[in-house]
């Protein structure tokens, strides 16, 4: 059904608002020399154009006007809304900063990327792209230019440095979780704790010798997680952070 001139004009007016309060959504504390700075890594900078990009506040609160305009207008424009976004903005930056420190920790240990694989994830992202979306390398450009000022070198520049990010930081972890190891005792006593977890399909527990290679993994894969999980919060209490935001 086809929208009125009074819905379309309400959607208007919303996104006058949304665009006219996104500065005041930030309520940086950056300095004048700093104004787009967000957050400061170890002397690594996070702008706001990053963190909006990510944040993506103008799409989110437009689909929620589609469905919940009353929701919409209470985000945008009272003090509990606004402070609600804040806290979004914040997270999402909590989660760009353990982000940096991982890549920098990588870099700092010497890990690095094969080349060969990382291009060959690339090209396949980029395919995947053309693919889902029907779209040939030139209507792709056409698009990035209109909707982003961005060529499509650019995109894969981005592309590329988003998976060789996310692959040193798999790397990082493997790394730093390589050490984990599960005692023959504790296997044993995960099974006496959980014998009726493991059964066949008529009812009866399965032996030890059975099911020991499962909860080896099990075990090792909940002790990684955990050390994974101490590692990052310890990197990130003793970081040089500065935030802005």
């Known amino acids: 059904m086809a929208k009125s001139k009074e819905e379309v004009s309400s959607v208007r007016k919303l996104f006058a608002i949304v665009f006219s309060l996104l500065p005041l959504l930030a309520l940086t504390q950056a300095t004048p020399q700093t104004p787009s700075v967000v957050a400061v890594v170890n002397g690594e900078e996070i702008t706001k154009p990053e963190l909006d990009q990510l944040t993506n506040i103008p799409g989110i609160?437009?689909?929620l006007y589609q469905q919940y305009p009353r929701f919409a207008q209470v985000l945008l424009t009272t003090e509990e809304g606004k402070a609600l976004l804040k806290a979004y903005e914040r997270e999402v930056l909590e989660g760009m900063i353990k982000w940096r420190l991982l890549v920098q920790e990588a870099r700092a240990r010497g890990l690095t990327v094969p080349e060969e694989e990382l291009e060959a994830k690339v090209d396949a992202t980029i395919q995947g792209i053309?693919?889902?979306?029907?779209?040939?390398?030139?209507?792709l450009a056409e698009i990035l230019k209109a909707q982003r000022g961005q060529t499509l070198e650019e995109f894969r520049a981005q592309i590329r440095r988003e998976i060789e990010e996310r692959m040193l930081i798999d790397l990082l972890k493997d790394s730093v979780t390589a050490g984990v190891s599960v005692a023959k005792e504790e296997i044993e006593a995960y099974y006496e704790e959980h014998r009726d977890s493991f059964t066949d399909e008529e009812g009866n527990i399965k032996p030890l010798d059975e099911v020991g290679g499962e909860i080896l993994t099990a075990l090792v894969n909940q002790k990684k997680d955990a050390y994974w999980k101490e590692f990052v919060e310890k990197l990130r209490q003793e970081a040089e952070i500065e935030i802005y935001l």
């Open 130 to 139: 053309l693919q889902r979306n029907q779209l040939t390398e030139d209507r």
């Open 61 to 63: 609160v437009f689909s």
